[in-house]
C-alpha cells in the first residue's frame, strides 16, 4: 500500500503562484510514475501533470508553460509549481502515483486550490 498526504493548496489571486507538495510513504519501491489530478466541481478528475520514474515530465495543454511537475527523491515528496493561476485552475488536486504495470490507483484527500479573479 502507498499513502499520500498533499498540502500547500489555499486562496490566491488570479495570475498568482501556489506550490503544492504530496508526501509519499509505503511500499514505494513499484512506483514508476507520480502525477497530480484536479477535481472541478461538474468535470471528471483529470490529470494535470505527471512524471516517470526516469524524470520525464507530461502535462496536460491547459497548464504548459504554467506549472512544474517535480520529485525530491530524498525526502519521497512530489511537488507541483502552479505559476500564473487562472480561474480554470481552480478545484481540488490530488496527487496519486503508479505502480509498475498499473494506473494511478491510489488518492490522498486532496487540497483545495481557490483562485479569485
Known amino acids: 500500500q502507498v499513502q499520500l498526504v498533499e498540502s500547500g493548496g489555499g486562496l490566491v489571486q488570479a495570475g498568482g503562484s501556489l506550490r503544492l507538495s504530496c508526501v509519499v510513504s509505503g511500499n514505494i519501491d513499484k512506483i514508476d510514475g507520480m502525477g497530480w489530478f484536479r477535481q472541478t466541481p461538474g468535470k471528471q478528475r483529470e490529470l494535470v501533470a505527471d512524471?516517470?520514474?526516469?524524470?520525464?515530465?507530461n502535462y496536460a495543454d491547459s497548464v504548459k508553460g504554467r506549472f512544474a511537475i517535480s520529485v525530491d527523491n530524498a525526502k519521497n515528496t512530489v511537488h507541483i509549481q502552479m505559476n500564473s493561476l487562472q480561474s480554470e485552475d481552480k478545484g481540488v488536486y490530488y496527487c496519486?502515483?503508479?505502480?509498475?504495470?498499473?494506473?494511478?490507483?491510489?488518492w490522498g484527500q486532496g487540497t483545495q486550490v481557490t483562485v479569485s479573479s
Open positions: 512524471i516517470t520514474s526516469a524524470g520525464s515530465p
Open positions: 496519486n502515483v503508479r505502480e509498475v504495470g498499473s494506473y494511478y490507483g491510489y
